[in-house]
């Protein structure tokens, strides 16, 4: 089996998937690959039977381009080649509905028909938790969905002074 990962260097989690596969009697080659090799030679022209890859999802997901059947070739996500009209249908509906409550039964069925048909494997999900000092007031964030997200309200930050006059 050639298992892909998009790194050039072995992590835990990484030699942990390689120990669960042979466990299962699969022969495993992983090969790793910077970023930039990896989209090239691999993501793009679908080259691997496994691959460690990740997916990052806003506050309000979409996770069309990862699940939609037509995304299952360049320049789409769908990198298990995952096929399910039923998901296509809901995911096309979810797009097209301005109602939340709607929108988020959607996904959420979405989700239940991605998980009984398998088509990959969900390791794990980050939590990130950003601390900051007692002084800085402003940051309203309460939930980050992704990294760069911690950021969006830097406007509103500020530290209490007093003003001296020299």
Same mark, same amino acid.
């Given at each position: 089996?050639?298992? @892909?990962v998009g ?5 835990p989690?990484?030699?942990?998937? @390689? ?6 009697g699969a022969?495993?080659? @992983?090969?790793?690959y ?8 691999v ?20 996770p069309?381009?990862?699940w939609?059947s037509t ?6 996500l769908?990198?298990a ?13 979810s797009?097209q ?12 069925e979405?989700?239940k ?7 990959a @494997?969900f390791?794990y ?5 950003y601390?900051q000092?007692?002084?800085l ?9 992704l990294?760069s ?6 406007a ?5 002074t ?5």
């Open positions: 089996m050639k298992f @892909v790194s050039d260097e072995r992590t989690l990484t030699d942990w998937v @390689v120990q669960e596969l042979e466990a299962l022969q495993v080659e @992983v090969q790793f910077p970023f930039a090799d990896l989209e090239r030679n993501l793009r022209p679908r080259q691997y039977d496994a691959l460690l890859f990740g997916e990052s999802l806003s506050l309000e997901p979409d069309f381009a990862f939609h995304q299952k070739r360049d320049p789409g769908n990198l080649l995952y096929e399910n009209r039923a998901v296509d249908r809901l995911l096309e509906e797009r509905t301005l109602e939340k409550a709607s929108r988020v039964a959607k996904l959420q979405v989700s028909l991605i998980e009984a048909d398998v088509p @494997v390791l999900t980050p939590y990130f938790l601390l000092p007692a002084d007031k402003g940051f309203g964030m309460q939930i980050v969905a990294p997200h911690r950021f969006a309200d830097a509103n930050w500020y530290v209490k007093e003003r001296t006059w020299k």
